[in-house]
């Protein structure tokens, strides 16, 4: 929850290659109050069967910017064992990697009282993002 001082982030994730959300991915959020500054690990957490992030930890106070890191590679991996698992002709052709994106990060700009609600689009070769409400 944002208040006048500090500024709020959730996000959930859709993997458009199957119209669905994106279930146990683990995010970790990190932020830092100012430009120049560094980085402070906040925690993490993963999303649920909805493919939603619920209990990411509170920004501090004076946060200006926040990262997002998403990791997709075990997401994908268990993903793609499953598939091969029902039907073994299905393999990818990225030299036996089961996602091109490893990880995705995404960093964006912060003022405090705002809340952030910033979607993942994900598929195995490609992924979008955007500010939601």
Known sequence: MSTSTTASVSTHILDTSVGRPA???AV????R???????????????DADGRCKDLPALPEG???VRLDFDTETYFAK???AAQQDA????DSENGRPVFFPEVTITFAVVPGEHYHV???LNPFGYSVYRGS
Not at 28 to 31: F, T
Not at 33 to 47: E, F, I, P, V
Not at 88 to 91: D, K, V
Request: charged share 15%.
């Open 119 to 121: 979607p993942l689009l």
């Open 23 to 25: 279930g146990n991915v």
């Open 79 to 81: 993903k793609q064992a």
């Open 33 to 47: 109050t100012g430009r120049d500054a560094d980085w402070q690990a906040l925690g993490g957490s993963a999303t």
């Open 88 to 91: 073994p002709a299905l393999r």
């Open 28 to 31: 970790r959020l990190a932020a």
């Open 63 to 65: 946060t200006t910017h």
